[in-house]
T-cell receptor, first 110, second 113 residues
Framework: SQTIHQWPATLVQPVGSPLSLECTVE??????LYWYRQAAGRGLQLLFY??????ISSEVPQNLSASRPQDRQFILSSKKLLLSDSGFYLC?????????FGSGTRLTVV | DAKTTQPPSMDCAEGRAANLPCNHS???????VYWYRQIHSQGPQYIIH???NNETNEMASLIITEDRKSSTLILPHATLRDTAVYYC??????????????FGGGTRLMVKP
């Protein structure tokens, strides 16, 4: 069966510091992977998606970037965090019957 | 993806059925209705999906109207652990990378003892 791993679960970072969130998928090959962000009390906002190694599509202009260095690895990064980058970040994998989400990373920028 | 409309919140007594409505009047013929839920501080969890026939699994039942313009998610015996935000989404089925989810505000279901 397919599983998706996302870490860390929580993160507190100062403004201006870098960010790296990692997501890996097991049990499938060449997955479509997604990064979403959820602000407190709101719905999910799509940030990036990737259909394969080195292929990244950005949905929203922002202070973040994404990379797909390996088939089952998807990384969300920032060189300098802003206060507005705080939120709940979710990695998702798209399978035949819908999405499977990771457990999320709650990022607080202070 | 077609837009959906859900009530922002609902209450349900523990042990009773929870019926969560969703309107999707602009759904196209090849779009499916999907339901997810998100328990506080966790990622969304898939519940069920359907095209036009009613569906049932171990978690819930999905009732889709004949004109497909609305649907109802039924949790037959709600428990306290079913307290979550429930999202109704309509989308094409398949692995098209552009086939991304658009989550609205959902319905916050509060199951009370």
């Amino acid at each position: 069966s397919q599983t998706i791993h996302q870490w860390p679960a929580t993160l507190v970072q100062p403004v201006g510091s870098p960010l790296s969130l990692e997501c890996t998928v097991e049990g499938t090959s060449n997955p479509n992977l997604y990064w979403y962000r959820q602000a407190a009390g709101r719905g999910l906002q799509l940030l990036f998606y990737s259909v394969g190694i080195g292929q990244i599509s950005s949905e929203v202009p922002q202070n973040l970037s994404a990379s797909r260095p390996q088939d089952r690895q998807f990384i969300l990064s920032s060189k300098k965090l802003l206060l507005s980058d705080s939120g709940f970040y979710l990695c998702a994998w798209l399978g035949p019957d819908g999405y499977t989400f990771g457990s999320g990373t709650r990022l607080t920028v202070v | 993806d077609a837009k959906t409309t859900q009530p922002p919140s609902m209450d349900c007594a523990e042990g009773r059925a929870a019926n969560l409505p969703c309107n999707h009047s602009t759904i196209s013929g090849n779009e499916y209705v999907y339901w997810y839920r998100q328990i506080h501080s966790q990622g969304p969890q898939y519940i069920i999906h359907g095209l036009k026939n009613n569906e049932t699994n171990e978690m819930a039942s999905l009732i889709i109207t004949e004109d497909r313009k609305s649907s109802t998610l039924i949790l037959p015996h709600a428990t306290l652990r079913d307290t979550a935000v429930y999202y109704c989404i309509v989308r094409l089925r398949g692995l098209n990378a552009g086939n991304m989810l658009t989550f609205g505000g959902g319905t916050r279901l509060m199951v009370k003892p």
